[in-house]
């Protein structure tokens, strides 16, 4: 099974950018879709953007606009750009990624999250 590990989360002012990474390691026949969610306090966790292995993305439309998902299949890797933060942001960012193990099961891996705080 694969391991996600994300970093790039901190403190940053409204209207400043972050950059979240996740690498993904271990055994795995092929990672499909990959992506973020975020999880405010007190709520459940959502569904921020996901890209496809052939780089067709989808966003909430909460951050439309805003943020911008990448990956780099030869580093088995996912990115999330953040422009124009804005407090409501602020919250635990987990990337996921939608595979196939070598058993050819379909399962979903979890990065341990990120810490990204908005201050206004």
């Known amino acids: 099974q694969v391991r996600l590990v994300e970093s790039g989360g901190g403190l940053v002012q409204a209207g400043g950018s972050l950059r979240l990474s996740c690498k993904a390691s271990g055994v795995m026949f092929s990672i499909d879709d990959m992506g973020w969610y975020y999880q405010a306090s007190g709520t459940q966790r959502e569904l921020v953007a996901s890209i496809t292995s052939g780089g067709s993305t989808n966003y909430a439309d909460s951050v439309k606009g805003r943020f911008a998902i990448s990956r780099d299949n030869a580093k088995s890797a996912v990115y999330l750009q953040m422009n124009s933060l804005l407090p409501e942001d602020t919250a635990v960012y987990y990337c996921?990624?939608?595979?196939?193990?070598?058993?050819?099961?379909?399962?979903?891996?979890w990065g341990q999250g990120t810490q990204v705080t908005v201050s206004s």
């Open positions: 996921y990624a939608d595979g196939r193990t070598v058993r050819r099961e379909d399962v979903r891996s």
